[in-house]
């Protein structure tokens, strides 16, 4: 479940009269979804780290942080809700621990697709000087930055957690909300505020780097154009990602349009927010791009497909 999210609830409330069927069909939809995304996830982090040529373009480089970042993501989420459906709550240092990686690769995943614009931009638009601003060094830096950004953001959460709550709170049952561990009012407002900054900061970005490589695509140099496009699914990717910025909303507008129908209310609303966002991310940046696409597809069929040349062509 992905500026993304601060505001990550990585389960669902379970009615305890929910029955058996509903419990073990619902878990096992879930359960199948997270593997499935995970399996493709895996399979092009084997890709990326199998070939040279992926390991020396920060184009590649940023894509496979963002593939390793869901998966991290999709893995905490999905094993929680399933406890979450097993066993109803949880001790709320268990859930502490799972919602901490939860919301800092949530909030990794937009700053991802900020840094992906903008090596965009540089490629399209100044590409004299793209060897020179975009080499592998500085992209770890860049991706190390992004996760001492996300991790200091959520670093006074931790700490007011355990300076201000008693020992009994936090060996005692709760639901797994971040609200629910996270309670105090500074925390509530601090998310709030964090999340309005980093979501203007990186649409700023995006709506500047597209119109830059749109000015540049008026040319009808194909390269531009595609870089246009790309702009545009990194939007669509950080709409993705807010769904879970209107969550709450969002569940109380199903829950008032569906009365009596919580449960599923609650399950849809999951895997609309926590696991569509991971399984669109492959296809948009993994499975649309030429070059990585020939090799993914062999490993994907477990070697079935006829051996390929290696090519050096990268296309956006």
């Known amino acids: 479940m992905n500026v993304t999210d601060a505001d990550v609830n990585v389960t669902a409330p379970v009615d305890s ?17 997270g593997i499935t995304i995970n399996y493709i996830n895996a399979t092009m982090v084997h890709t990326f780290s199998s070939h040279h ?18 998966m991290i993501l999709l893995t905490v989420t999905v094993s929680v809700f399933l406890l979450a459906y097993i066993f109803n709550t949880m001790y709320v240092i268990v859930c502490a621990l799972s919602v901490v990686p939860a919301v800092l690769t949530a909030q990794n995943t937009p700053l991802n697709l900020l840094f992906m614009a903008v090596e965009c931009y540089i490629s399209v638009c100044i590409p004299l000087r793209y060897n020179q601003l975009c080499t592998v060094k500085r992209t770890y830096a860049v991706i ?4 001492a950004v996300s991790f200091l953001s959520f670093l006074p959460d931790v700490i007011l957690l355990l300076a201000t709550e008693s020992q009994q709170f936090l060996f005692s049952l709760v639901i797994c909300h971040r609200d629910t561990v996270f309670r105090s009012s ?5 998310r709030d505020a964090t999340n309005i900054v980093f979501l203007v900061i990186v649409w700023l970005t995006l709506y500047y780097t597209f119109f830059r490589i749109l000015f540049v695509a008026k040319t009808a140099d194909a390269n531009a154009n595609k870089a ?3 702009i545009l699914l990194h939007g669509f990717q950080v709409l993705l990602c807010m769904i879970v910025y209107v969550q709450p909303k969002f569940t109380q507008l199903l829950l008032f349009l569906f009365p009596g129908q919580a449960r599923l209310v ?3 609303v999951f895997v609309i927010s926590q696991i569509l966002p991971r399984f669109s991310n492959p296809i948009v940046y993994g499975v649309r791009d030429a070059t990585f696409r020939k090799y993914f597809k062999r490993y994907l069929s477990c070697g079935l497909t006829k051996e390929i040349l290696p090519q050096t062509e990268f296309k956006l």
Not at 22 to 29: A, E, K, N, T, Y
Not at 186 to 190: A, G, P, Q
């Open 228 to 230: 246009r496009n790309t």
């Open 266 to 268: 609650y399950f849809a």
């Open 17 to 33: 009269r929910m029955s058996l069927n509903d419990v073990v069909s619902r878990s096992m939809i879930v359960a199948l979804l």
């Open 186 to 190: 500074y925390s509530i407002n601090k």
């Open 144 to 147: 190390g930055t992004i996760w």
């Open 53 to 70: 040529i992926f390991k020396t373009n920060p184009r590649y480089i940023l894509f496979i942080h963002l593939v390793l970042n869901d």
